[in-house]
């Protein structure tokens, strides 16, 4: 069956700019999760999504970044006037409520 | 807050060989654990997940186990291939509470199995 996508794959930005990220989760997942990876580091945890409401926001690294989910299904995480510290792979995984979390392939994100 | 180490952070090993990763957290008040690879430019692949009231869970050759008291968890690899060649990643879940869901991560185990 169809895992959790990510759209872009790929993203080149310009600092400043401000980009959207898309993910969709597997059908039926309840729970949806955003997560980053800078360069040799470890996953950092950005935002939790029960439905459509995130009780858990406590990742978002600064007011600059934000996310939402419509229908519980697609989610988007926008980052606004990007910074190269941005540069990062984003990836979503989502989970039927508390169970095993799936992870998509990831956007990988670059801001020169 | 809840704090995951891994070690070693690499490894290095001929094929065949039998291997033990290992994961520890700081909070044993943890809803469960669960192990990722992470192979280079690729997300995450599930490879185990262990409730809190579990003690280890089998696939194949892997076999994960924890104590939660202790807080540790190990991940073991018998006979080894080049294909598992990756980064092994150990994430705990909380406890159900005000943080529910999120996944606290090791900064993971580089795996090299050499032919």
């Known amino acids: 069956g169809a895992g959790v996508s990510q759209s872009p794959s790929n993203k080149v930005t310009e600092k400043g700019k401000d980009v959207e990220l898309r993910c969709d989760p597997i059908?039926?997942?309840?729970?949806l999760y955003w997560y980053r990876q800078r360069l040799g580091q470890g996953l950092e945890f950005l935002i939790y999504?029960?439905?459509?409401?995130?009780?858990?926001k406590s990742g978002l690294p600064s007011d600059r970044f934000s996310a939402e989910r419509t229908g519980e299904s697609v989610s988007t995480l926008t980052i606004q006037r990007t910074q190269q510290e941005d540069s990062a792979v984003y990836l979503c995984?989502?989970?039927?409520?508390?169970?095993?979390?799936?992870f998509g392939p990831g956007t990988r994100l670059t801001v020169t | 807050k809840q704090e995951v180490t891994q070690i070693p952070a690499a490894l290095s090993v001929p094929e065949g060989e039998n291997l033990v990763l290992n994961c520890s957290f700081t909070?044993?008040?943890?809803?469960?654990l669960q192990w990722f690879r992470q192979d280079p430019g690729k997300g995450l692949t599930s490879l185990l997940l262990?409730?809190?009231?579990?003690r280890e869970q089998t696939s194949g050759r892997l076999n994960a186990s924890l104590d939660k008291s202790s807080g540790r968890s190990t991940l073991y690899i018998a006979a080894s291939q080049p294909g598992d060649s990756a980064t092994y990643l150990c994430?705990?879940?909380?406890?159900?509470?005000?943080?529910?869901?999120?996944?606290?991560f090791g900064r993971g185990t580089q795996l090299t199995v050499w032919p």
């Open positions: 059908s039926g997942h309840t729970a």
């Open positions: 999504f029960q439905g459509n409401s995130a009780p858990d």
């Open positions: 994430a705990v879940r909380p406890h159900r509470g005000s943080t529910l869901g999120r996944l606290y």
């Open positions: 909070d044993s008040a943890i809803y469960n």
């Open positions: 995984a989502s989970s039927l409520d508390d169970s095993e979390q799936y």
């Open positions: 262990i409730q809190s009231s579990q």
